[in-house]
T-cell receptor, first 115, second 112 residues
Framework: DAGVTQSPTHLIKTRGQQVTLRCSPK?????VSWYQQALGQGPQFIFQ???????QRGNFPDRFSGHQFPNYSSELNVNALLLGDSALYLC??????????????FGPGTRLTVL | SQQGEEDPQALSIQEGENATMNCSYK?????LQWYRQNSGRGLVHLIL?????REKHSGRLRVTLDTSKKSSSLLITASRAADTASYFC????????????FGKGITLSVRP
């Protein structure tokens, strides 16, 4: 049973560019959440997708957007990249809401470096 | 903003010793979870304790939760060099449906 997978593993971009990160949830999971982890910090919640809609959002600007596909996979898009967007981006999946959805399973992350 | 604060920020112990890590939080919660992270990679879920539970065990792990003090502790018994990692507590606030709020983490070093 494959766990949460993310691609790419590493990415280098320059300021002002746009980036798309991808996530496939664990089998049987339909809720996907994205987190940003700056160096030396704990992960910060970006947003959560369920039934192809954004259900919750953290304190991140509109430059951060996402999408969820019918197969529950998800993308995180960041526009107009800033140096401060350099971080590890983590995707987490969980069981359908209402089915003891409390345990989240994290992927290995995508390391984004903005130059 | 980060809800949890872990204590201490760094811990260095000898293999075989026990490691105790603490976490405090600010708001009412559905549950509290502990995760491990090796070398800045993905988070590994260790244990979850719900707000109506006081203590849980999983292998060499023991977690306690005191909702009146808004605090939790994670005990790793008989530590091994492979336990060297960063440990994070994360809370799911009441009504937050799978949205986790993390602390800054504790760096644990286990010396062989």
């Amino acid at each position: 049973d494959a766990g949460v997978t993310q691609s790419p593993t590493h990415l280098i971009k320059t300021r002002g560019q746009q980036v798309t990160l991808r996530c496939s949830p664990k089998s049987g999971h339909d809720t996907v959440s994205w987190y940003q982890q700056a160096l030396g910090q704990g992960p910060q919640f970006i947003f959560q997708y369920y039934e192809e809609e954004e259900r919750q959002r953290g304190n991140f600007p509109d430059r951060f957007s996402g999408h969820q596909f019918p197969n529950y996979s998800s993308e995180l898009n960041v526009n107009a990249l800033l140096l401060g967007d350099s971080a590890l981006y983590l995707c987490a999946s969980s069981l359908p809401l209402g089915m003891k959805a409390d345990t989240q399973y994290f992927g290995p992350g995508t390391r984004l470096t903005v130059l | 903003s980060q809800q949890g604060e872990e204590d201490p920020q760094a811990l260095s112990i000898q293999e075989g010793e026990n490691a105790t890590m603490n976490c405090s939080y600010k708001t009412s919660i559905n549950n509290l979870q502990w995760y491990r992270q090796n070398s800045g990679r993905g988070l590994v879920h260790l244990i979850l304790i719900r707000s109506n539970e006081r203590e849980k065990h999983s292998g060499r792990l023991r977690v306690t939760l005191d909702t009146s003090k808004k605090s939790s502790s994670l005990l790793i018994t008989a530590s091994r060099a492979a336990d060297t990692a960063s440990y994070f507590c994360a809370t799911e606030r009441t009504g937050a449906n799978s949205k986790l709020t993390f602390g800054k983490g504790i760096t644990l070093s286990v010396r062989p």
